[in-house]
Structures are given as structure tokens and as C-alpha cells.
């Protein structure tokens, strides 16, 4: 009972963890910052495919699937990111390791309950101008988290719906630095964002044992547009530059901003796979997002537009002898997938797209199916026409997923 009270502990002190990510993109100046993949690394490892439910390995993408759980299930996972981004002129490398995801989830019966914390978006930029008079340097950390709490219920043999309830939370700093070379002191401004609102997903799960000992699934999820609180704050400085790339603020004005709203859009998914229960799974889906007001609420450009998006994958995995006692990794389960996005982000009148391919392994550890996964992800994303940057990056992902029984009544003779 300790090691389970302990389980829950772990789940909010971690929260604070998830809310200080880093990332390093140039695309995350637009909107929220660059949206964050939300599955497992078990999903991430398929190409992000959410249609698969599964008794022992949590499904965030699609709430209908905690209705199939039979364990209760703690899991969390990180992710380590190289990336080169380049335009026409330079290449620049980087890297990050980052928290991904909290959550536990547990059946009662035909009822299963998650909740969980994660990372919704990120930003984290920095990029300078200078010309032989001035120095300009645009700057931004920050992003959206979500809290969650879910059910799903299996209403017939086959068939299961859910829901997902969030909370969304974050904060989003600016800078814009500019020094003139005749000029002693040079300007700053400091914009900060505080958002918060809730938001709600639908999900519904078909599976089908054939006569031929094949199974069938199919999944569907739906999320309405959400409106989010914005209370906003600028801060006008006039500053010195000190040794380095630090500066001194001189004097400081603290400007009253309206509070404003934006939107996150509505989304949908749907998709479907065939495979056999326990040796392998092949499957696809397709999502789609509406367009929405989710512009930077410190800068707008008329060269940017956001559009609606689109997302396909497909992906699956393959388990040699799930019951071999003689061979561990004939009992490992072998993950592959492939994505492609168009993120529905514009600039320039180019669209910023995106794909991925990733393999992945599940690694049997203890007792009660408890499990190690490891994903391997290279993709690419936007381009280096008119004037844009292109990202080549490598993620390789972790994840612990434990089960045990919580809810099982003893029974005694």
C-alpha cells in the first residue's frame, strides 16, 4: 500500500517538473508554440497512431480505451531531442531532454478512470538580427500544460465510449531587445501571457474478434473549439548592455493590457487497423483541426496565417511468442510507424509541415505485465524556401508503464 500511495505522490510533485520544459525552435514564436505529441511512447513508436486499445498500456489520445483496462496503471515518460536547424545561410545544432507525461489509471469493472498531467505546447526561441548600426534580439520561453481526468465504459462487448476533461494552464514570455551603436541606453520590451481554460474530448472504440481469430478495431474522437483566458502584462524598459549578452534595466514602465481570448480549435480522428490479439497490429488514422484564432498575443504579422490542419499515420507492432518462457526477446514487443502533418501553420505564403518515422520495442519487466519502452523517432520539419527554416531532428523517447491490481476484493475460504 505504501509503494501505491507513494505512486500517487510521485504523480503531482512531479507536475511542477513538466511546467519547466525547454525547447529550442524558431516555429514556436507562432501562436502557443509548437504543439506537443499527445500520446505514449508506446503510440509515439507507430507514428502516433491512437486507435489501439489495450488492457495493460494507457491511450491518451482516445478516452474510449480506459474502458478496456484491467489494470491499474502508473506510467511516465521523457524524451531526449538532437536537432540542426538550418536556413540558406548557417546550420545550428541543438539538443534537449524532456519530461512528456504523468499519469495513472485504474478499472472498476466495465469503468476505467485516468488522470494525468502533460506538456500541450512549448516555446523556447531566441533569434538576434544586427547590421553594422543596430542589434535586435527576439526571445521567448514558456508554453501550455494540461491537467486531465478521464473515463471510458465498455456499454457492450465490442463497443466503448469516454471522456476527457482538461485543465489548461501555462505562461508565455516575450522580449524584444534593440540597441542603436550611437545611442548610450537601448529599449526592451517584456510581454507575458497567463492562460488558462478548459477543454473537453470525446472518444468511441469498436472491436470485433473474427471467426478467423483476427480482430478488427475502429476509433473515432472529437474535440469542441475552447476558449482560453488570456491575462496579459507588458513591461517597457530602457536598459544598458553589460559585459556579454546580459543587460541592465535603467528604468522600467509596467503598461495596464487588456485581457484578451483565444481559441484552441476543434479537432477529430478517425481510423481503423486489423491485426491479431497479442502477435500483431497494423492500422491508420487521420485527423483533422479547424482553424482558430491562436495568434501570438504579442505579435501579429501579415505574412503568417493560420489554417486548418491535417495529420495521417500509420503504424503497428509485432510480438514473436507473447508466452515464451525460454526466449525474452521473442516476448518483446517490435513497434514501427510513420507520420505526416501539415501543421496549418503559413508563413510566407508556405505551409509548415511535418513528418516522422519511428521504431520502437516494449521491454517485459516483473510481474504484472509492467513494461520499459524505448522509441527512436527521425523527422523534418518546415523548409528553407522563401526565406524559412528547416528542423532535422532525432527523439528518443522512454517510458515506464507499472501494473498491479488495486481494486481486486481478496477472497477467502
Given amino acids: 500500500m505504501i509503494k501505491k500511495f507513494a505512486l500517487v505522490v510521485l504523480l503531482l510533485v512531479s507536475a511542477n517538473i513538466l511546467a519547466q520544459e525547454n525547447n529550442t525552435s524558431p516555429y514556436s514564436f507562432f501562436g502557443l508554440g509548437l504543439n506537443k505529441a499527445n500520446n505514449t511512447v508506446e503510440n509515439r513508436s507507430m507514428g502516433g497512431l491512437g486507435v489501439l486499445a489495450d488492457s495493460i498500456h494507457l491511450n491518451f489520445q482516445n478516452p474510449a480505451s480506459y474502458g478496456s483496462l484491467r489494470l491499474t496503471t502508473f ?108 545611442i548610450q541606453y537601448g529599449t526592451q520590451e517584456k510581454n507575458s501571457s497567463e492562460i488558462r481554460g478548459f ?75 486489423l491485426g491479431k490479439p497479442r502477435e500483431w497490429f497494423a492500422g491508420l488514422e487521420y485527423g483533422r483541426k479547424s482553424e482558430a484564432d491562436v495568434n501570438n498575443t504579442t505579435f501579429n504579422f501579415n505574412n503568417v496565417t493560420y489554417e486548418a490542419a491535417s495529420s495521417y499515420r500509420l503504424g503497428g507492432y509485432f510480438i514473436p511468442n507473447y508466452n515464451d518462457i525460454t526466449s525474452y526477446f ?14 496549418g501553420l503559413n508563413i510566407n505564403n508556405t505551409g509548415i509541415n511535418e513528418f516522422g518515422i519511428s521504431f520502437g520495442v516494449g521491454l517485459p519487466a516483473g510481474d504484472f505485465f509492467s513494461n520499459f519502452n524505448l522509441g527512436v523517432e527521425y523527422g523534418q520539419r518546415g523548409t528553407t524556401e522563401n526565406n524559412l527554416v528547416k528542423e532535422n531532428f532525432y527523439n528518443i523517447s522512454l517510458s515506464l508503464s507499472f501494473n498491479d491490481k488495486w481494486f481486486v476484493k481478496r477472497k477467502y475460504n
Fill in 75 to 182: 506510467t511516465l515518460g521523457a524524451t531526449n531531442t538532437q536537432k540542426t536547424v538550418e536556413d540558406t545561410n548557417a546550420k545550428q545544432n541543438t539538443g534537449s531532454t524532456k519530461f512528456d507525461y504523468l499519469a495513472l489509471a485504474f478499472p472498476t469493472g466495465k469503468l476505467g478512470f485516468g488522470l494525468g498531467m502533460m506538456p500541450r505546447s512549448t516555446v523556447g526561441y531566441e533569434q538576434k538580427i544586427e547590421t553594422e548600426t543596430t542589434r535586435q534580439t527576439f526571445a521567448g520561453e514558456g508554453g501550455l500544460n494540461k491537467i486531465f481526468l478521464a473515463a471510458g465504459y465498455q456499454i457492450k462487448e465490442n463497443l466503448r465510449i469516454g471522456v476527457e476533461g482538461g485543465y489548461n494552464f501555462g505562461r508565455i514570455d516575450n522580449k524584444n531587445l534593440f540597441f542603436e551603436s550611437d
Fill in 199 to 273: 477543454s473537453v474530448n470525446f472518444g468511441l472504440q469498436y472491436q470485433k474478434l473474427l471467426n478467423s481469430g483476427l480482430e478488427v478495431t475502429s476509433s473515432i474522437t472529437y474535440a469542441p473549439e475552447t476558449k482560453l483566458k488570456v491575462e496579459n502584462q507588458r513591461e517597457l524598459a530602457t536598459v544598458a548592455a553589460l559585459s556579454g549578452s546580459s543587460e541592465l534595466e535603467i528604468q522600467t514602465l509596467n503598461i495596464v493590457v487588456a485581457e484578451t481570448e483565444l481559441s484552441l480549435p476543434s479537432h477529430f480522428t478517425i481510423g481503423g487497423g
Fill in 330 to 343: 521473442k516476448r518483446v514487443t517490435y513497434r514501427a510507424g510513420f507520420r505526416y502533418e501539415e501543421t
